[in-house]
């Protein structure tokens, strides 16, 4: 039987999957952190033993594959009208939520995971992943982490293509009404600097490669299958504020998206760098500059890959849901 | 698409106590960000697949199995 560990809602990568899971007949079952905290879930968990049963299923002796997308529960924060106890309340209830959902992985160790929990972790820290990457060969931007205004203006006089900034992590979208509040890749040059706090946040600045084209390579057990996104441009510019994020360009009818061929140099570096992380999957990004050069930007082991799946005939959510059966039918034998 | 309503979503916070990047956040429609309206549509018809199948029984497996206790998740989408 294949689990799959994912979000309780909608998600792109694992219903595809599902799909194929089912034309091909194969059992599995789907399960979330969070069903793991309702009172009235159907877990039933033996720390003694360590036998997990999820809907009477014994996990431990049933699943021969996991699927990861994800499996970190939402601590509810109870409003209980002094922050600071209801901040303390929810650290400690995502504390056990933690211990729990961890219990649940570490029991599952013996399973072909796709991908394992600990190097999903891993990569998933875009910083260690960078510096991991030149060790492999791969160019990367020049990256720093910034904390005031002085050392934006000497990174600009150091060079004039200028920098860009992004999270170290993550905005999502914050909505409110009908609006979406987001960050995007965002130019910083001297023009942005009268603008700038003294001091701020530690932020990430990475030197600007302005893209010819990039590219989205989704990485499967060795295999690489690339997209390349060409834009118009690659910037997007509102008022004063100057993007670079092909984010932005997905809706622009001259945007294309083409299967593509990495060099071979290039997808080997790439090999070795999943190997490094452990990673059996992911979705890389690249930028390849006017030189011809490609640097390495990112993996994320979770990634979305339904859009290049489909714009590419790449078929993955099949070449996942059968990996998974294949593995899980071998598993133990 | 407007830029740096910082103010707007963040009252009361001073702009240095956020990185760099949260200075330069804009504010779209949701209709003209194709990633959310996909997934506003996708909310709509909820999850496909929010089932265990055990046993599999052809197309009775969607009808009789679902476990789904109605939180839908929309990380980080939502202003807590």
Redesign the interface.
Known sequence: MVLILSYDGYEQGTEGVIDWLLYHGHPFVRASANALLRPGSDWKINIHDGRIEFKGVNLNKEVGAIFYRRFEADAPYYDIGEPRVSRQLQRELQGEAERLTTFVSDSLADKFWLPTIAASNRAANKLSTLTLARTCGLAVPQSYICRSRSEVVNLLDENSNGWITKPINYCGYYSRENFAYTTFTSRLGHENVAELPERFHPSLLQECVTPVYEVRAFYLMGEFFSEATQTQGSTTSVNDTVFMDVKLKTAEAETRYLPYQLPIEVENKLTQLMQKLDLNTGSIDLIVNETGEYYFLEVNPGGQFSAPSERSNFHLEKRIAELLIKKDTSHGK | ?????FND?FQGL???????????????????????AK?DR??A????????????IGSD?LRNSV???G??????????
């Open positions: 698409m407007e830029n740096k309503p979503l001073d702009n240095g106590e956020l990185p760099l990047s949260y200075l330069f956040i804009a504010r779209l429609n949701r209709e003209s960000l194709p990633e959310l997934r996708q909310k018809y909820a999850s496909r697949h929010n089932c265990s199948n055990l046993p599999i497996i476990w789904w206790d939180d839908f998740c929309e990380e980080q989408d939502e202003i807590s």
